[in-house]
Structures are given as structure tokens and as C-alpha cells.
């Protein structure tokens, strides 16, 4: 099985932004350098289940957020990717987004 760990990697970047952590901060509580952090969060570094695990403890976030449909053969990711984008914004924005769905559905 294949693993997106670019998928994976957004989805760290996205929670530690929102918990307002620097790459810096990340790295010094991991104990690993500011740019392997990058390179975790790019996907270019394939991450190991015990720092994904500690990641997972110092944002105070479900580890299976993280990894959930993030198998290249799962259709389905990038439904879960869309529900937590659509979670996140106000009821105005959400109700722009059901709109443009539903135009865009209309003319395909």
C-alpha cells in the first residue's frame, strides 16, 4: 500500500498553524531540526508512527486524523479533506461553498 505523506504532511502543517506552533517550536519539543519539521510537512520525508505519535501528543490531536485515507489507492481522502476545510468556516462561507457545488454540478 502506498502512503500520501504529502496528505499527511498538510494535515500536520494545518494543526500546528492553527495551534499558532512555528516550524521552530515543533522542532525543539521533537528534538529534531527545523528542517527535517519542512520536510515532514512537504511529505518528502517518510514520518515514523512514534514521531507522527509525538507530533500527534504535542498538537493534542488525534493521530488518526493524521493518517486516516491517506492510502494512494483511497478514493476517499480527499472527501475527508473536503468535510474538515468545510467544518472550519463560518455558516455564510459554507452556504457560498454549498452554492458553487450545486452550480457546478448543474453544468457537468
Known amino acids: 500500500m502506498n502512503i500520501d505523506y504529502k ?3 498538510e494535515r500536520i502543517k494545518r ?3 492553527m495551534r499558532g ?3 521552530e517550536v515543533m522542532a525543539e519539543k521533537l528534538n529534531v531540526s ?3 519539521v519542512s520536510q515532514v510537512e512537504r511529505g518528502i520525508t517518510k514520518i515514523s ?3 507522527l505519535g509525538a507530533i500527534s501528543s504535542i498538537l493534542d490531536y488525534d493521530i488518526a ?3 486516516s485515507e491517506s492510502a494512494v489507492n483511497s478514493g476517499d481522502y ?3 479533506e473536503l468535510l474538515e476545510e ?3 468556516l463560518d455558516e455564510k462561507k459554507r452556504k457560498y461553498i454549498l452554492k458553487v457545488i450545486k452550480l457546478t454540478n448543474e453544468t457537468l
Open 78 to 80: 480527499m472527501e475527508s
Open 49 to 51: 508512527l512514534d514521531l
Open 21 to 23: 506552533l512555528t516550524q
Open 34 to 36: 527545523i528542517g527535517y
Open 7 to 9: 496528505l499527511i504532511g
Open 65 to 67: 486524523y493524521f493518517v
Open 15 to 17: 494543526v500546528r498553524k
Open 86 to 88: 468545510i467544518r472550519r
